[in-house]
Structures are given as C-alpha cells and as structure tokens.
C-alpha cells in the first residue's frame, strides 16, 4: 500500500504562481509514475501532468511552459510549480502515484484546492 498527501493549494490572483507538492509513503520501493489530475467543478477529472522515475515528463496542452513537474526519487515526493496561473486552472488538483511489479497499482490522494481568481 502506497499513502499520497498532496499540500500547497490555496487562492491566487490571475498570473500568479503556487507550488503543489505530495509525498509518498509505505511501499514506496515499486514507485514509477508520480504526477496530477485535476477536476473543476461540474468537469471530469483530467491529466495535468506525470513523470516518470527516469525523470521523462508529459503535460497537458493548456499547462505546457506555465508548469514543471519535477520529483525527489529519494524522498518519493513529486511537485508542480504552477506559473501564470489562470481562472480556468481553478480545480481540485490530485497527486497520483504509480507502482510497477511486483506491486503493481494506482493511488491517489484527497486533493488540495486551487482557486484562481480576482
């Protein structure tokens, strides 16, 4: 079992910047992908962005040169700079871990709230 707690949501004006982090804990020795989903109220949970343990990123389009992904193997923690944030980057932002074989699996954590707005 992987534990995954997400901190650094808050409020922030239009062209600002937050930083989430998340760490990972328990059986953390299978970890590959580390990364974020978000879900804005009345819209499906979508990718924001994932690295994987090699250090390759992917991001979404609407993010690509406003947010780096970036990760702490050692500490199993995963972080998203978020810069020049807009009102439609307004969502709860999740922390996604996943694990390879031998333990092989997906989980998540409750979120943290980003509000960008005026």
């Known amino acids: 079992q992987v534990q995954v707690v997400e901190s650094g949501g808050g409020l922030v004006q239009p062209g600002g910047s937050l930083r989430l982090s998340c760490a990972a804990s328990?059986?953390?020795?299978?970890?590959?992908?580390m990364g974020w989903y978000r879900q804005a109220p009345g819209k499906q949970r979508e990718f924001v962005a994932r690295?994987?343990?090699?250090?390759?990123?992917n991001y979404m389009d609407s993010v690509k040169g406003r947010f780096t992904i970036s990760r702490n193997n050692a500490k199993n923690e995963v972080s998203l700079q978020m810069n020049s944030l807009k009102p439609e980057d307004t969502a709860v932002f999740y922390c996604?871990?996943?694990?390879?074989?031998?333990?092989?699996?997906?989980?998540w954590g409750q979120g943290t709230q980003v509000i960008v707005s005026s």
């Open positions: 690295i994987i343990s090699g250090g390759e990123t």
């Open positions: 996604y871990v996943q694990t390879s074989i031998p333990n092989v699996g997906v989980y």
């Open positions: 328990g059986t953390t020795s299978s970890i590959s992908v």
